[in-house]
């Protein structure tokens, strides 16, 4: 990846270091190597690509991948976010969550069914809820407005799910607020009476 992405690299070179990355994204195990280099590496370059490869893998492919590996990749990627957000570029988390949330887009509710009571209990620790936010936005983005690879009924179905998790949002969302406000607002104690006011 560094090599592909140096300035000296020729433009020959770049076509032959895409067509071996095309070809091993296409491979129906890659998503463990991936996996693994999202565990281990600190390469930026390295951290995307891999993510570019389940991204591809859950909207291109998810239909041929085994019920197996759907509910390993299902239960891994999210450790990972959770293990590793902290540490992880801001762009790279962000990507990620996008990642999980286009699992949600393909399973929500019926094989990945805590898909959005893990984004509410996100929200709900405070340690998390920075993250629990980013995951409710782009499950908001994601979810409310699909994209053209959906049928109709799906996109339908998605919307209703959604807005069936309105109330409880709103009510999650006003107490971040509140907590917020109560951080950061300043208590006007009431002035002691002037001492030259009247006693009437």
Same mark, same amino acid.
Request: proline share 6%.
């Given at each position: 990846?560094?090599?592909?992405?140096?300035?000296?690299?020729?433009?020959?070179?770049?076509?032959?270091?895409?067509?071996?990355?095309?070809?091993?994204?296409?491979?129906?195990?890659?998503?463990?190597?991936?996996?693994?280099?999202?565990?281990?590496?600190?390469?930026?370059?390295?951290?995307?690509?891999?993510?570019?490869?389940?991204?591809?893998?859950?909207?291109?492919?998810?239909?041929?991948?085994?019920?197996?590996? *759907?509910? #390993?990749? %299902?239960?891994? @990627?999210?450790?990972?976010?959770? =293990?590793?957000?902290?540490? $992880?570029? +801001?762009?790279?988390?962000?990507?990620?969550?996008?990642?999980?949330?286009?699992?949600?887009?393909?399973?929500?509710?019926?094989?990945?069914?805590?898909?959005?009571?893990?984004?509410?209990?996100?929200?709900?620790?405070?340690?998390?809820?920075?993250?629990?936010?980013?995951?409710?936005?782009?499950?908001?983005?994601?979810?409310?407005?699909?994209?053209?690879?959906?049928?109709?009924?799906? *996109?339908? #179905?998605? %919307?209703?799910? @959604?807005?069936?998790?309105?109330? =409880?949002?709103?009510?999650? $969302?006003? +107490?971040?607020?509140?907590?917020?406000?109560?951080?950061?607002?300043?208590?006007?104690?009431?002035?002691?009476?002037?001492?030259?006011?009247?006693?009437?």
């Amino acid at each position: 990846m560094t090599e592909f992405f140096h300035t000296s690299t020729s433009n020959e070179r770049k076509r032959e270091i895409e067509a071996l990355l095309n070809n091993f994204a296409q491979q129906l195990g890659a998503w463990r190597f991936c996996f693994y280099f999202l565990s281990s590496s600190h390469n930026d370059y390295v951290l995307m690509y891999s993510l570019s490869v389940f991204e591809n893998l859950i909207n291109k492919m998810w239909l041929g991948v085994p019920s197996e590996e *759907k509910m #390993e990749i %299902r239960s891994s @990627l999210p450790k990972l976010l959770l =293990t590793q957000h902290k540490t $992880l570029p +801001g762009f790279i988390c962000n990507k990620l969550c996008k990642v999980i949330v286009d699992m949600g887009r393909q399973d929500w509710p019926m094989f990945y069914h805590d898909f959005f009571t893990n984004i509410l209990q996100l929200i709900q620790t405070p340690s998390t809820t920075p993250l629990g936010l980013i995951m409710l936005k782009t499950a908001s983005e994601e979810l409310a407005c699909p994209r053209e690879d959906l049928s109709v009924a799906r *996109k339908e #179905e998605l %919307r209703k799910l @959604l807005l069936d998790q309105v109330p =409880t949002v709103l009510g999650l $969302l006003t +107490g971040v607020l509140e907590s917020i406000w109560d951080k950061h607002s300043v208590t006007a104690a009431t002035p002691p009476p002037s001492p030259t006011a009247s006693d009437a």
